[in-house]
């Protein structure tokens, strides 16, 4: 599949996920297959404003390529200068979120509001295609409740404004994460656009993944929250999608292995203090299942080193097996 002039050897894209995925995971992720990453959003008024923090998750790493930036806002003047900064991290593509649910985003005019606003979306989509000179694509929602479906007509005026590709969450913002994707949503926005739209919702598996290209015609799938504690997701995903081969779930072991190589390149990139911290979540996801982990994700509450995660993990270990 290709965005414009970006080639991609694989459909399986990780999500970008304020929180989780920063630049470790998303080169994690990149090692087992996805074939495109996303950095965590950013604030486009915060970019222009010199703000360290905003930099610093647009590092993108050596090991993730394909990779976007992704930014959010409602002035276009504003997103398209936040893009032209953005390019000094040298992504390959400009990603607009029009879809983030969080009320400190939606309830400020950025992430899923636009969507009540095509006008405006269409003008920020325009004005940040017209500053950069890389793909430019926008992450929607189905529309911000079940009375404002329109995940339709804002596709066709976003790819009329300049948006290389579009990705499609299949629920409203009011609906968050809960309820069902709405497959049928996808396969309109599909239908509706000559550009690559990109379907995203409830990808946990292979099989999911499957559903999601038949029953949309999708150009390629996203996986968010299905990747946490998980990225061998890509690898398995890969393999069917182009041989027809199911690789099994890894063992605990190697599931632990990943689990401490993931948060080791934490700290590696953040310190042991923050990386410790972070990681308290992140293993909260490749633990879920196991015997013990409920007591395991409790100790972690009061974790302080990765000397002392390794000790609980080789009995978590032990334990399981």
């Given at each position: 599949?290709?965005?414009k002039?970006?080639?991609?050897?694989?459909i399986?894209?990780?999500?970008?996920?304020?929180?989780?995925?920063?630049?470790?995971?998303?080169?994690?992720?990149?090692?087992?297959?996805?074939?495109?990453?996303?950095?965590?959003?950013?604030?486009s008024?915060?970019?222009?404003?010199?703000?360290?923090?905003?930099?610093?998750?647009?590092?993108?790493?050596?090991?993730?390529?394909?990779?976007?930036?992704?930014?959010?806002?409602?002035?276009?003047?504003?997103?398209?200068?936040?893009?032209?900064?953005?390019?000094?991290?040298?992504?390959?593509?400009?990603?607009?979120?029009?879809?983030?649910?969080?009320?400190?985003v939606?309830?400020?005019?950025?992430?899923?509001?636009?969507?009540?606003?095509?006008?405006?979306?269409?003008?920020?989509?325009?004005a940040?295609?017209?500053?950069?000179?890389?793909?430019?694509?926008?992450?929607?929602?189905?529309?911000?409740?079940?009375?404002?479906?329109?995940?339709?007509?804002?596709?066709?005026?976003?790819?009329?404004?300049?948006?290389?590709?579009?990705?499609?969450h299949?629920?409203?913002?009011?609906?968050?994460?809960?309820?069902?994707?709405?497959?049928?949503?996808?396969?309109?926005v599909?239908?509706?656009?000559?550009?690559?739209v990109?379907?995203?919702?409830?990808?946990?598996?292979?099989?999911?993944?499957?559903?999601?290209?038949?029953?949309?015609?999708?150009?390629?799938?996203?996986?968010?929250?299905?990747?946490?504690?998980?990225?061998w997701?890509?690898?398995?995903?890969?393999?069917?999608?182009?041989?027809?081969?199911?690789i099994?779930?890894?063992?605990?072991?190697?599931?632990?292995?990943?689990?401490?190589?993931?948060?080791?390149?934490?700290?590696?990139?953040?310190?042991?203090?923050?990386?410790?911290?972070?990681?308290?979540?992140?293993?909260?996801?490749?633990?879920?299942?196991?015997?013990g982990?409920?007591?395991?994700?409790?100790?972690?509450?009061?974790?302080?080193?990765?000397?002392?995660?390794?000790?609980?993990?080789y009995?978590?270990?032990?334990?399981n097996?």
């Amino acid at each position: 599949m290709n965005i414009k002039n970006v080639e991609f050897n694989s459909i399986a894209f990780l999500a970008p996920m304020a929180g989780m995925a920063d630049m470790a995971f998303r080169e994690l992720c990149a090692d087992y297959g996805a074939g495109y990453t996303v950095t965590e959003m950013v604030s486009s008024k915060g970019l222009t404003m010199g703000d360290k923090k905003s930099a610093m998750l647009l590092t993108l790493g050596e090991r993730e390529r394909k990779a976007g930036a992704q930014i959010f806002g409602d002035n276009p003047e504003i997103m398209a200068e936040a893009a032209v900064k953005c390019l000094e991290f040298k992504p390959d593509i400009i990603d607009i979120n029009m879809g983030c649910p969080a009320p400190k985003v939606a309830m400020n005019g950025g992430g899923a509001s636009l969507m009540k606003n095509p006008r405006l979306a269409g003008e920020i989509v325009k004005a940040v295609s017209q500053a950069v000179d890389i793909p430019v694509t926008v992450k929607i929602r189905k529309g911000w409740d079940d009375n404002s479906v329109n995940a339709v007509a804002l596709a066709e005026i976003l790819e009329k404004n300049g948006a290389a590709a579009i990705a499609v969450h299949g629920r409203t913002r009011m609906q968050m994460y809960s309820g069902e994707v709405d497959y049928d949503i996808i396969r309109r926005v599909k239908e509706a656009v000559d550009i690559p739209v990109i379907g995203n919702g409830d990808i946990t598996d292979v099989q999911s993944a499957a559903i999601m290209l038949e029953k949309t015609g999708c150009d390629a799938i996203m996986i968010g929250r299905g990747a946490l504690g998980n990225p061998w997701i890509f690898q398995q995903i890969n393999a069917y999608l182009n041989e027809c081969r199911v690789i099994p779930e890894p063992s605990l072991t190697e599931k632990m292995t990943v689990m401490l190589a993931h948060i080791k390149k934490i700290i590696e990139y953040k310190g042991e203090y923050t990386g410790i911290r972070e990681a308290r979540h992140h293993a909260g996801y490749y633990t879920k299942g196991l015997r013990g982990g409920a007591k395991f994700r409790a100790e972690m509450g009061s974790l302080e080193s990765f000397e002392q995660l390794e000790e609980i993990t080789y009995r978590i270990i032990k334990e399981n097996v």
